[in-house]
């Protein structure tokens, strides 16, 4: 079993590393502070061709695959998770559900934008009643003449106010469960949509997490997303994909909240010597490499086996659930090897450990994970 990454991942993750240290860490506690969203950073990731790693080269995207994708991620939520939530969100969620659903004229109009990085994606699932059960919505599109009617209420949609295009779930049958559920592309300038509010987080503050309401907003018919009903279906599968995605922006939460403690126990002094030959230090220093590279090659695991076509909603649930874990704990311990400076905001890891936290609510909470596994395992 061979454990190394092909020769152009290893250029493309060099290229995205090169760039977040020159171009993101210096700003990436400015953007928290301020509650803005980094267009220009948006702009320079398009300039490099990574908007659209995992998307046919066709359609205007890199041509890469899935483990490429998540290299990227990690690498972005190294320096920045709100950088990295808002990228995921935009590729995973955003772009990906119009290029493997879509028709070729979604593609044309809707895709390349997207993937070239012209514009930002967006994908409304939850709502202010529905929580977990995803499914229980209250957002409903009828069909009048020629046009979809949508009604209704979005929460916690990243990248709504600042999205192209967003791809919004709705009810079209409420008698057929499941299957009675359909997915729209909406237009952010589309007569009846507004975001009412953009959230203040706990962290993730330089990505915007709103809340938006569709009043009688008419779409052409040509907005359905594949055909009336598929909607759920295309939604677990778009979580198959988008899972690895947040695992692999743990990782790198986890990875720059490992980095900033070694360094900084290698260099602070404490009777007559670095702490980091403090066993107590030490110990929670390896234990937190140790963690990442657990969590990290689960995570390649299941992009490797997602690249091959296989079923990964096990291995994409078991990375998102390990990695999100990880990244929380490994963000805590970064906190207190620093110990009262770690409080602060002029040192990195408070702003890790704030970020880490929605990786464990977000795209399924570690609850769910645990009822896919479940339900994966015959339980």
């Known amino acids: ?55 046919a080269e066709e359609y205007g995207g890199l041509g890469g695959d899935q483990l490429m994708y998540a290299l990227v991620c990690e ?39 997207l993937a070239s990085g012209e514009a930002i994606g ?30 209704g209420t979005k929460q916690f949609i990243t990248n709504a106010s600042v999205a192209g295009s967003v791809l919004v779930k709705a009810v079209t049958d409420p008698d057929a469960g499941y ?11 589309d007569e009846g949509f507004e975001v009412t509010t953009v959230w203040d987080k706990m962290g ?27 909607g759920w279906t295309q939604t677990m599968k778009t979580l198959d994909g988008g899972r ?5 922006l743990s990782v790198g939460l986890a990875q720059g909240a490992y980095e900033a403690a070694k360094s900084y126990a290698k260099e602070r002094e404490q009777f007559g010597q670095p702490i980091s030959k403090f066993d107590a230090i030490r110990d929670k220093i390896v234990e937190m490499d140790r963690k990442i590279e657990r969590a990290r090659l689960l995570t390649h695991k299941a992009a490797t086996r997602y690249d091959r ?7 994409s649930s078991m990375a998102k659930l390990d990695a999100s874990e990880t990244a929380r704990e490994v963000a805590e311990e970064a906190v207190q090897v620093l110990g009262g400076y770690g409080y602060t905001e002029d040192f990195a890891p408070q702003r890790f450990y704030r970020d880490a936290k929605l990786m464990e609510i977000g795209e399924g909470t570690s609850e769910i994970q645990h009822l896919v596994l479940g339900r994966e395992l015959g339980l």
């Open 122 to 151: 967006s994908w409304a699932l939850t709502e202010p009643d529905s929580g977990s059960d995803a499914s229980d919505m209250d957002t409903r599109a009828r069909q009048e003449g020629d046009e979809w009617v949508l009604n």
């Open 179 to 189: 299957d009675g559920i359909s997915t729209f592309i909406v237009d952010p300038e």
């Open 244 to 248: 690895i995605s947040i695992a692999a």
């Open 75 to 113: 690498e972005l939520g190294r320096v920045s998770g709100s950088v990295g939530l808002s990228y995921a969100a935009h590729v995973s969620l955003g772009s990906k559900p119009i290029e493997t659903f879509g028709s070729e004229a979604q593609k044309e109009r809707w895709l390349r934008p």
């Open 309 to 315: 076509g296989a079923d990964v909603r096990r291995l």
């Open 204 to 230: 993730l503050n330089a990505s915007p997490t709103c809340e938006i309401r569709l009043s009688d907003c008419r779409l052409p018919e040509d907005r359905l997303l594949g055909e009336t009903g598929d």
């Open 1 to 55: 079993m061979d454990f190394r990454l092909p020769d152009e991942h290893r250029m493309i993750r060099e290229t995205v590393r090169d760039f977040c240290e020159a171009e993101i860490a210096p700003v990436a506690q400015d953007i928290e502070a301020e509650h803005r969203f980094p267009a220009e950073i948006f702009d320079q990731l398009a300039d490099l061709d990574v908007m659209g790693v995992p998307v």
